[in-house]
């Protein structure tokens, strides 16, 4: 007999994100057993958006919008979220959307910080009972710290890795692709060390420019950046595809 309740085995659920200040997906992999309040302070390391200021909407697998996430206090797991659905960033901070960049089109309301600290239904307000997020002293050093050796070690792999070369590209969770290595170094789109890869085949997601800014030539589809940690250069000659066979 179906008692329409669902039965969760694993704790632990990975998600895709997207926000609305960046125009790449990233991964994420949270337990279900926190609150929306705590997801939106993981969440500010990530896409870098102040968790006051998000708004969350969840997305099935096949990106099909179900819901907001908007009760702060209620968990993770009491939404429908399973692996690979998306979980959606609105940042309402105003500083870094379009439709606000221009007050005329907006009515704009200020609450200042003191007033707002006052407030005991707020996010803000949680966040600091809770110590969660960036109201964690202790844990925000340890995540500073644990990305600044993520960037050095980014860094260190980026210096070793030359321009023209050969390279197989492995990223988890993607098929292994092979392509050149079209740029390296520091990008405006995003910050830390990027490779700049043209792929063999149609695989990648862009021409090789970002935000309208080019950083190397390729065709479309064919470019794409990925981190130095995920680029292997070595004897990687390209593939034959017969195209030249009739």
Known sequence: MDSGVTIITNPIVNVRLTSTISTFESKGRFNRGITIAELKGKLEMIVGASATCMELELFNVSDQFLQKLEDNEALLGSFPVDDDCRIHVIDRSGGLLGEFSDVSKVEKFELPDEKYDKRGDTARSFMKKQRVGRYNEEEMTKKKAELAAREEEQKTAAEAITIGSRCRVQVPGQPTKLGSVMFVGLTDFKPGYWVGVKYDEPLGKNDGSVDGKRYFECPNKYGAFVKPLFV???????????????
């Open 232 to 246: 292997t250069v070595g004897d990687f000659p390209e593939e034959d595809y017969g195209l030249d066979e009739m």
